[in-house]
């Protein structure tokens, strides 16, 4: 016959559990397409499934640092942020003063962070990794003051952020029709951008249709970081000289192999200035998220300055398929 359980024991095991605090765009496409309730429930029951605890909230944009300032003060929890790349864009200035690590907890269309982190496949999977991960410090970028933690372009890369914006609006069924149509209008409707930069000692100016900042080396098919610190950034100038081109351009980035493009040029540095000589104000992308600004715009490195929970260390060997695509 079973013994009947404790309920001081139960209670001794359970605040014993880690205990996590989830904060969660609510305007999420992953949030509005379950349901609220039915969202926060199954984040709860996957975190219980991995052996903690979760608390959930679920706040608007507007909301979010306040939530997150008050969770970060307790001490008692250990911090995520829920949602895509643009909402953990917004979160930085939060995220950089905490001394403890956070957690990401990606519901975005693209996640570059969530998978540098090694955060894929079903959301049980993510917050199962979320559990057993460790913390890793993880460089940022600053344009003018303002934080971006992988991706900050201009020309092809405002625009088409722009347009997934519209069509995510246009075509809320389908986030591929969406992605699909933002592309193929992208693609057509681009013009090229003239710009003066300067970038470890050397300053060029070039006419190019896109021009990309990576935090670290992004490589491979999924545009994937080997480092998360590498103390580094990576300027790629996009000049492809026609729609045919553009087109092409686009498909090899797709598909992996646009670091062989006779259309691109890769630049590293730990500081970078870009001046755009076509227009005094013009759109960049922070993360995918757009804002109109003006030149210069001054690129300043800050190593080390997240500390972030990742299910794979800092940096990571290269998969051999990915030696085709070399730095």
Same mark, same amino acid.
Not at 138 to 156: Q, T
Not at 171 to 183: D, E, H, I, K, T
Not at 189 to 201: C, K, N, P, Y
């Given at each position: 016959?079973?013994?009947?359980?404790?309920?001081?024991?139960?209670?001794?095991?359970?605040?014993?559990?880690?205990?996590?605090?989830?904060?969660?765009?609510?305007?999420?496409g992953?949030?509005?397409?379950?349901?609220?309730?039915?969202?926060?429930?199954?984040?709860e029951?996957?975190?219980?499934?991995?052996?903690?605890?979760?608390?959930?909230?679920?706040?608007?944009?507007?909301?979010?640092?306040?939530?997150? &300032?008050?969770?970060?003060?307790?001490? !008692? $929890?250990?911090?995520? %942020?829920?949602?895509? *790349? /643009?909402?953990?864009?917004?979160?930085?200035?939060?995220?950089?003063?905490?001394?403890?690590?956070?957690?990401?907890?990606?519901?975005?269309?693209?996640?570059?962070?969530?998978?540098?982190?090694?955060l894929?496949?079903?959301?049980?999977?993510?917050?199962?990794?979320?559990?057993?991960?460790?913390?890793?410090?993880?460089?940022?970028?600053?344009?003018?003051?303002?934080?971006?933690?992988?991706?900050?372009?201009?020309?092809?890369?405002?625009?088409?952020?722009?347009?997934?914006?519209?069509?995510?609006?246009?075509?809320?069924?389908?986030?591929?029709?969406?992605?699909?149509f933002?592309?193929?209008?992208?693609?057509?409707?681009?013009?090229?951008?003239?710009?003066?930069?300067?970038?470890?000692?050397? &300053?060029?100016?070039?006419e190019?249709? !896109? $021009?990309?900042?990576? %935090?670290?080396?992004? *490589? /491979?098919?999924?545009?994937?970081?080997?480092?998360?610190?590498?103390?580094?950034?990576?300027?790629?100038?996009?000049?492809?000289?026609?729609?045919?081109?553009?087109?092409k351009?686009?498909?090899?980035?797709?598909?992996?192999?646009?670091?062989?493009?006779?259309?691109?040029?890769?630049?590293?540095?730990?500081?970078?200035?870009?001046?755009?000589?076509?227009?005094?104000?013009?759109?960049?992308?922070?993360?995918?998220?757009?804002?109109?600004?003006?030149?210069?715009?001054?690129?300043?490195?800050?190593?080390?300055?997240?500390?972030?929970?990742?299910?794979?260390?800092?940096?990571?060997?290269?998969?051999?398929?990915?030696?085709?695509?070399?730095?």
């Amino acid at each position: 016959m079973a013994k009947p359980s404790d309920p001081l024991q139960e209670l001794d095991a359970q605040a014993k559990l880690r205990c996590f605090r989830v904060i969660a765009n609510a305007r999420a496409g992953t949030v509005l397409e379950a349901g609220a309730e039915s969202f926060a429930r199954q984040i709860e029951a996957a975190f219980e499934a991995a052996g903690c605890r979760a608390e959930v909230e679920l706040v608007p944009p507007r909301q979010l640092e306040e939530r997150l &300032r008050a969770a970060i003060a307790d001490e !008692a $929890v250990t911090t995520v %942020v829920a949602g895509g *790349d /643009g909402s953990i864009n917004g979160a930085l200035p939060v995220l950089v003063g905490c001394k403890r690590p956070v957690g990401v907890l990606p519901l975005g269309t693209v996640n570059v962070l969530g998978r540098d982190l090694g955060l894929i496949g079903p959301l049980e999977e993510q917050i199962a990794a979320i559990c057993a991960g460790e913390p890793v410090s993880m460089d940022l970028g600053s344009v003018n003051g303002r934080l971006f933690h992988s991706i900050s372009g201009m020309g092809f890369f405002s625009l088409m952020a722009r347009e997934r914006e519209y069509a995510r609006r246009r075509f809320p069924f389908s986030r591929l029709v969406a992605f699909l149509f933002a592309a193929t209008r992208s693609i057509l409707f681009t013009h090229s951008i003239r710009i003066e930069m300067e970038i470890a000692g050397e &300053r060029r100016q070039v006419e190019a249709d !896109a $021009v990309l900042v990576t %935090v670290n080396q992004f *490589d /491979g098919t999924e545009w994937r970081r080997n480092r998360l610190d590498g103390g580094e950034f990576e300027v790629h100038i996009l000049d492809t000289g026609g729609l045919l081109s553009r087109c092409k351009a686009a498909l090899s980035m797709l598909t992996g192999g646009w670091r062989n493009s006779q259309h691109l040029v890769s630049l590293t540095g730990t500081a970078v200035t870009i001046n755009r000589r076509d227009k005094r104000r013009g759109h960049v992308t922070f993360d995918g998220e757009v804002e109109r600004r003006a030149s210069p715009f001054t690129y300043r490195l800050l190593p080390g300055a997240l500390r972030v929970i990742a299910a794979r260390p800092a940096k990571i060997e290269p998969h051999p398929a990915e030696h085709m695509f070399p730095s």
